[in-house]
């Protein structure tokens, strides 16, 4: 039990709220200020060319905390608790997706109609790659737009 007046508790609560809002807008202070520095560093290492520290900084800022656990449900909603009931449930979700019926022989698309979606979606990446800026750092495969532009040139070339 507290002692003192109401009033006094009163005056203390409204002295603990100030400080707790100090506290609170110094810190976003102190986040922001921080953000710009690394902001500021990261510029000055791509101007430098240091890619390696504009990743790392990039990543850095970015970088988000990301719950590890999810919760499973069973077809009616309920959440499973159980390790093996989560796992079970695992098991027919992807029975359910991945085992599916054969196509019908009606649905096997004829020929003709093959060799035009094809050709309608060998225009699209064509005008994807023309698109593209040039002059940028490759994907994972190390090929790079530009690469992309002369072969497609020379595929034209080639095939008249």
């Known amino acids: 039990m507290l002692t003192g007046s109401s009033e006094d508790r009163a005056l203390a609560a409204a002295s603990h709220q100030e400080k707790h809002s100090a506290v609170r807008r110094s810190t976003r202070k102190d986040k922001r200020n921080y953000t710009e520095s690394l902001a500021h560093e990261a510029q000055d290492a791509a101007k430098r ?11 850095a800022l970015t970088r988000g905390f990301v719950n590890s656990t999810t919760v499973v449900k069973d077809k009616d909603g309920n959440t499973l608790l159980k ?3 989560q796992l079970q449930r ?9 085992n599916r019926p054969d196509p019908e022989e009606e649905a096997i698309v004829e020929d003709t109609d093959f060799h035009t979606e094809m050709k309608r979606g060998r225009n699209e990446i064509e005008e994807a790659i023309r698109q ?3 002059n940028r750092a490759p994907g994972e495969d190390m090929i790079t737009a530009d690469m992309f532009k002369v072969g497609m040139q020379e595929v034209h ?3 008249g």
């Open 132 to 134: 593209t800026k040039g």
């Open 90 to 98: 695992w098991a027919v979700h992807f029975q359910d997706v991945l």
């Open 83 to 85: 390790n093996k009931d």
């Open 157 to 159: 070339r080639l095939t």
């Open 49 to 59: 060319g240091d890619s390696r520290t504009v990743h790392k900084i990039t990543k």
